[in-house]
């Protein structure tokens, strides 16, 4: 079994995959204070409490991690608990990818993950947008080759930010509002800033979309992901599931290619 763990700057999602199949997954806030010994405890308790497996059932380890404090954190933990080597995806990860970028070197391993997985599930043309610490935008080209895309910042430090720097407003869960046209604070704030967003991504889209060309599928994954499928016009698919999906797919390439 495998077990493949995406360390965003938000959250680190964990999945366990019997073949393709994902049988187990969790996701839980990224924390660079944590130590390798936390880190490996809470992976324990994972599997010793919230699963039907054991730790020896775990036989390969694959990690992809934005936030490079933890990346060695993450490895060590894991084969600590797992007893076994971690393969770490990084710039290692897209040379079956055509890149048609600038600087190939900067682009996150996160984010070719997202298009592996998006070109095998759902082919290509294809815009993925990634609701994460920040909304990553993709576009595949209907060759399969990858051109770029946008970033914006993402929903929650949008907020955080208007919550730390206007003083008299409230903190506001981030739920849909009953309207657009809100008649309280706390339903103003919600409207402004899941609605804004939705425009900001619908206007951003559609502009790809126009220089892209064709009929591109638009994916939706990441965190706010299901959130925003309920008021962004422009997005078509939800898969929250597909950037560890990716993972895997990255992870059985290369220990193909290594056989």
């Known amino acids: 079994m495998l077990l493949a763990i995406d360390c965003g700057n938000s959250n680190i ?3 366990v995959f019997q073949g393709k199949d994902m049988v187990e997954h969790w996701r839980i806030a990224t924390d ?6 936390e880190y490996g405890l809470l992976l324990r308790q994972l599997f010793e409490m919230k699963s039907g497996y054991q730790t020896g059932d775990i036989t390969d380890v694959a990690i992809a991690s934005v936030v490079p ?3 060695d954190v993450l490895a060590k933990a894991a084969a600590d608990v797992f007893a076994v080597t971690p393969f770490i995806v990084g710039e290692n990860c897209h040379d079956q990818l055509v890149l048609k ?6 682009l996150g391993a996160d984010r070719i993950i997202d298009v592996v997985a998006g070109l095998e599930k759902y082919g290509a043309p294809l815009i993925i947008v990634d609701f994460g610490t920040a909304i990553t935008f993709d576009c595949i080209s209907a060759e399969g080759h990858y051109l770029g895309g946008a970033i914006a910042p993402g929903v929650g430090i949008s907020a955080d930010a208007l919550f730390t ?5 409230p903190r506001a869960d981030l739920l849909m509002p009953p309207n657009v046209l809100a008649t309280n604070t706390v339903h ?5 800033i899941i609605y804004g967003f939705a425009g900001l991504v619908d206007g951003i889209v559609n502009r790809l979309k126009k220089e892209l060309g064709g009929s591109p599928k638009v994916v939706a994954t990441g965190g706010m992901a299901s ?9 078509d698919i939800l898969d929250e599931d597909l950037t560890i999906q990716g993972l895997r797919v990255v992870y059985e390439r290369k220990r193909k290619q290594r056989q």
């Open 13 to 15: 999602v964990l999945g």
């Open 69 to 71: 404090a933890l990346t």
């Open 165 to 169: 720097r206007a003083a008299k407003l």
């Open 101 to 106: 970028i600038d600087r190939p070197e900067e």
């Open 227 to 235: 959130l925003m499928m309920n008021c962004a016009l422009e997005l």
């Open 32 to 37: 660079d204070k944590k130590s390798c010994d």
């Open 188 to 192: 103003s704030m919600q409207s402004g």
